[in-house]
């Protein structure tokens, strides 16, 4: 068995003296894709962060390919795409212009950059503003700027939000090719289907607290071919539903 890729070992963060998660261990493999699936709040946007380095827990230890951010930021930093939930557009800079200078930034050739855009669909509006995108195109921007530099971890907060139908679709089988090309996917997502579709593994997570989870396979044999509703709930104690 190869290493896994990600290890949180007993990750905390406390901000203000109040504790937003706490005791997070997560083991995440070479080439598999993990859903952190929760309610509002639950803290999905904080252990993604933390695992991309953008926050620091302030307990218990994160390994990106047995590094820590803390000790080597540069190297630590050449494994992770991160797309955010959310994110200000410039004014006035086009999907191209944007894609390019992040490129610049990764030291990413600008044919990666037409790449991208096509990937996401974005070739012909390349030249159009990205503050006046929908939300779903924003989106396909934001994926397209996390995979410009083929990390081998993409971390992915609510990717699917505001996908219409088709880009959903089409957003499962660019997964599953990023992971048959050998790259490691952990995403936050409220749309436990969505979850179900592309997952092998889940973590549900409730109160800033694991509470569960497992791989599909055993989920499935322990609760039918649709099986993350039932067992959510079951990890909650019937006490909430999503
Ligand atoms: N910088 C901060 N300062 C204070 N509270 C914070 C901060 N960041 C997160 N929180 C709080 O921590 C909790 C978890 O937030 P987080 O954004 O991680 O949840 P989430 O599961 O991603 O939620 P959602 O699905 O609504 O995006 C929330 O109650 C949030 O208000």
Redesign the pocket.
């Known amino acids: 068995m190869a290493d896994p890729l990600v290890r949180v070992m007993d990750a905390g963060k406390v901000?203000?003296k109040?504790t937003?998660?706490e005791h997070i261990n997560l083991s995440i493999d070479p080439s598999s894709i993990v859903g952190l699936c929760?309610?509002?709040?639950?803290?999905?946007?904080?252990?993604l962060r933390m695992i991309a380095g953008i926050i620091q827990p302030t307990s218990g230890e994160i390994y990106v390919n047995h590094l820590q951010w803390k000790k080597d930021r540069k190297r630590f930093a050449e494994h992770i795409g991160y797309m955010p939930?959310d994110y200000h557009f410039p004014q006035g800079l086009t999907a191209h212009e944007l894609l390019s200078f992040w490129a610049a930034l990764r030291r990413v050739p600008e044919v990666r950059v037409r790449e991208v855009l096509r990937i996401v669909g974005l070739e012909e509006k390349r030249n159009i503003a990205v503050s006046t995108f929908s939300k779903g195109m924003r989106q396909r921007v934001l994926f397209a700027q996390a995979i410009l530099a083929k990390p081998p971890l993409l971390i992915m907060?609510?990717p699917t939000n505001g996908l219409d139908p088709y880009w959903m679709n089409e957003f499962v089988k660019l997964l599953r090719n990023i992971k048959h090309e050998g790259h490691t996917v952990i995403f936050?997502t409220?749309q436990l289907e969505i979850a179900e579709e592309i997952a092998d593994s889940v973590v549900f997570?409730n109160a800033?607290r694991s509470c569960g989870g497992g791989t599909l396979e055993q989920l499935r044999q322990n609760y039918g071919q649709y099986p993350l509703h039932a067992a959510f709930q079951q990890s909650l104690g019937f006490k909430a539903i999503l």
Do not use: F, P, R
Not at 38 to 47: F, P
């Open positions: 901000i203000k109040q937003i998660v929760g309610g509002n709040g639950a803290g999905k946007s904080t252990i939930d907060d609510e936050s409220h997570l800033g």
